[in-house]
């Protein structure tokens, strides 16, 4: 492990059935001004809604709320929530939702004190907060982002179609606590649960696909990709199995709860092109990672033979005897594109609504990071891109 790091995670969690009830440790220490962050009604449809609001009225809290978060949530809508949580003077605000509600209240948590426009300060010029950042607490109803124990906050510029995400190098943004009951899960479409599903995959691959050192967060990387392939396919069959499902829950946190990428550069470009696409289309996000990933990691492959060789023996057991080393690498990726389909993921970006004239401006928007085998030049972002069609 030739990485230098420091690893600090201060969210509690509390797990399972019985961990909604957890909110009456947590409520106690923060002031009465409590912000309920929610999105466009599924907490209302499934009883989530009314139970916690009965444990807020318990705590004595005052509430305010911020309702209607979108998936992809963007800029005009933290402005708005910006003055709500100003108006109310709030000392927690309270994410009742998936990735988009979390990270959402992140970016609000960010902004109250902050008298500088958010958007530049941290989505443009990546500043960290330089003023108080509100607590958040969340309780999480879509598995996936893994944004209940980071410090990651996705937001969406409608107007320049540029969706950005920051991870935030302070500790300090990172959700307090975060109750995991995996039944609240249950009520998802099948649609976000696969698109949940792949995030999380995606997630470690991410990480995973970078570096040649040995690490021991790429063995744990393993175990995590076995578990969700493992409890994927039980879930894509009877999806309300709640053993499945927990672990399911499990390992999205740990997938991308800052764990696996200590001492690894790591790569994140499926996500900088599935944000792009995400950006321009209000795509759902796993959707838009699952549709780009065989191009790219096909480009990728030549570049992280060994990684790849790796992939295809430790987590898909591929049998080694009589194969190159290509072929064994490449018989991985096909597993990986077999476990896709399996799954009902979207395997291009036709079927998300792009067209080919939309790829040039999609490859202006994409991101270049510099931590994995090979980062992409404009040209070859637009071949993946096309190759995705
Ligand atoms: O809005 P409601 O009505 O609640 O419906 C939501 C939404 O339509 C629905 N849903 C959530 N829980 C449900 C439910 N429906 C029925 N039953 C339930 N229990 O699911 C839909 C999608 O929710 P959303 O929160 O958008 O999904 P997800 O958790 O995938 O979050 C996506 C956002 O997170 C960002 C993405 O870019 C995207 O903006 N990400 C955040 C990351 C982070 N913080 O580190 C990393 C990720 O890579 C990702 O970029
Ligand atoms: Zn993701």
């Not at 995030?199 to 995973?208: A, R, S, T, V």
């Not at 990933?293 to 992280?304: E, I, K």
Request: overall charge negative; proline content about 5%; some cysteine.
């Amino acid at each position: 492990m030739l990485g230098n790091f420091v690893y600090c995670n201060p969210t509690k969690l509390y797990f399972g059935k019985d961990s909604l009830q957890y909110l009456n440790q947590e409520l106690p220490k923060y002031g009465p001004n409590v912000v309920l962050v929610y999105g466009g009604g599924s907490i209302k449809k499934n009883g989530i809604y009314d139970a916690v609001v009965e444990l807020l009225k318990k705590n004595g809290k005052n509430v305010a709320e911020i309702a209607g978060v979108m998936p992809n949530p963007t800029l005009a809508k933290l402005y708005e929530g910006i003055k709500i949580a100003r108006g109310h003077q709030t000392d927690l605000l309270l994410a009742v939702g998936g990735g988009s509600v979390c990270d959402y209240a992140k970016a609000v948590a960010v902004s109250v004190h902050c008298p500088e426009d958010p958007w530049d300060k941290y989505y443009l010029r990546f500043e960290e907060p330089d003023c108080p950042v509100v607590p958040v607490g969340c309780v999480l109803t879509m598995v996936g982002t893994g944004s209940e124990m980071n410090a990651g906050a996705v937001i969406t510029n409608q107007e320049t179609k540029q969706k950005i995400g920051h991870v935030f190098a302070d500790e300090a943004i990172m959700p307090r606590f975060s109750i995991l009951n995996p039944r609240f899960t249950l009520t998802l479409p099948h649609d976000q649960m696969v698109s949940g599903i792949y995030d999380i995959f995606n997630h470690i691959c991410e990480q995973y696909f970078s570096g040649e050192d040995d690490n021991t967060s790429d063995y744990i990387s393993e175990g995590l990709m076995r578990s969700v392939i493992h409890s994927s396919r039980i879930a894509n069959q009877n999806p309300q199995d709640y053993e499945a499902r927990s672990n399911i829950m499990w390992t999205a946190t740990w997938a991308l709860n800052t764990l696996v990428a200590k001492g690894k550069s790591t790569d994140w470009m499926i996500h900088m092109l599935g944000q792009a696409v995400g950006g321009y289309t209000n795509a759902a996000h796993g959707m838009t990672l699952s549709a780009v990933s065989l191009p790219y990691y096909r480009f990728l492959l030549p570049y992280g033979l060994p990684k790849f060789k790796r992939f295809a023996q430790n987590v898909w057991d591929v049998t080694p005897e009589g194969k190159s080393d290509q072929q064994i690498a490449e018989e991985g990726l096909a597993a990986m594109e077999a476990w896709m389909k399996e799954l009902g993921l979207a395997m291009n970006l036709t079927q998300l609504g792009v067209t080919e004239d939309m790829l040039e401006t999609l490859a202006d928007l994409t991101l270049v990071l510099p931590g994995g085998y090979n980062p992409p030049n404009r040209e070859e972002i637009l071949r993946i891109f096309r190759e995705s069609l």
